[in-house]
């Protein structure tokens, strides 16, 4: 296995370093224009071409970034750690809170057919709604752009996690409940001692689920809300023509997503049981 994990890691640093290589050629000016003075270019002798800034001043910019994440130097002028800490407080409160009602209504209709029947119409209606499609409600309703971007991650994170909590309550095996029942255990003892631990990767899958989802959705909350977070640090990045702002926060988006999706895999890892 550790060979197999060394051989994974160099060949994926190959591919890395591959990537990149051609990334930084194909950005490379053309010789003919690289040769001209900066008169020669500010007269029109040939008109500059806009070009997609090469890995080599990103990973410049990256450095600069990441040596002071914090800094605060107004409204629009903030650290890229600032930018990051605000989307990950958002997505952290509207998941919490969607975990709040997610993972007891998917025991009630787990074990409730009757519930289930009941609240299926609703939840099938409710689901397919994009989750920035209740952001303009949210505003005029709330009248707060954080808090809208908030209850956004609350709706996009709750069916997720309810439809897996409930899917692996109802699967739980028979024979355990029927052992639980025949050691007279209530419902709630049967639910926390019996159900919840069979049941736990299914609930974990989900919430893992719905954390990607919640990542994806605050980036474009942001950009609509504006203020503060990583989607409006790439938005305004943009209206100021800086590509390699722009590539440095995809990549930011990318490695935070990361973070959230290992540290659910490792939880999950941590309930998962062999019969």
């Known amino acids: ?17 591959l990537a990149l290589g051609l990334w930084e050629m194909s950005t490379q000016p053309p010789e003919a224009q690289e040769n001209l003075t ?3 270019m500010l007269m029109g002798g040939v008109e500059q071409e806009s070009r997609v800034p090469p890995p080599s001043a990103v990973i410049k910019l990256a450095w600069a970034e990441l040596s002071d994440p914090f800094y605060d130097a107004g409204a629009n002028d903030k650290g890229i750690g600032i930018q990051l800490a605000y989307s990950v407080y958002r997505v952290l409160a509207g998941y919490v809170a969607a975990m709040a009602i997610a993972l ?14 009941a609240l299926n119409p609703y939840i099938q ?27 956004v991650i609350f709706i996009c994170s709750i069916w997720p996690m309810l439809l897996n909590t409930a899917f692996g ?9 029927n052992v639980a029942r025949t050691h007279e255990l209530g419902h709630i003892r049967t639910a926390l001692t ?10 974990l899958t989900g919430m893992r689920i719905s954390i990607g989802i919640a990542w994806l959705v605050i980036v474009a909350a942001e950009m609509l809300v504006g203020g503060t977070g990583i989607g409006y640090y790439v938005w305004n990045e943009w ?14 988006i990318g490695v935070v997503g990361m973070i959230l999706d290992m540290a ?9 049981y062999t019969e």
């Open 1 to 17: 296995m550790a060979s197999l994990n060394v051989r994974a890691a160099l060949l994926s640093i190959s591919f890395l370093i």
């Open 38 to 40: 900066e008169y020669e």
């Open 104 to 117: 007891p209504l998917g025991f009630l209709i787990g074990m409730s057919p009757l519930m289930y029947k």
């Open 125 to 151: 209606v409710l689901r397919p709604i994009s989750p920035l499609a209740w952001m303009p409600l949210a505003l005029f309703i709330i009248q707060d752009s954080n808090a809208s971007a908030i209850f």
């Open 169 to 177: 309550v109802a699967n739980v095996r028979q024979d355990w409940i």
């Open 194 to 203: 019996v159900i919840l631990p069979a049941a736990a990767p299914t609930i």
């Open 239 to 252: 209206n100021n023509l800086d590509l390699t702002a722009v590539i440095f926060s995809i990549l930011m």
């Open 264 to 272: 659910l895999a490792k939880a999950q890892k941590l309930v998962e």
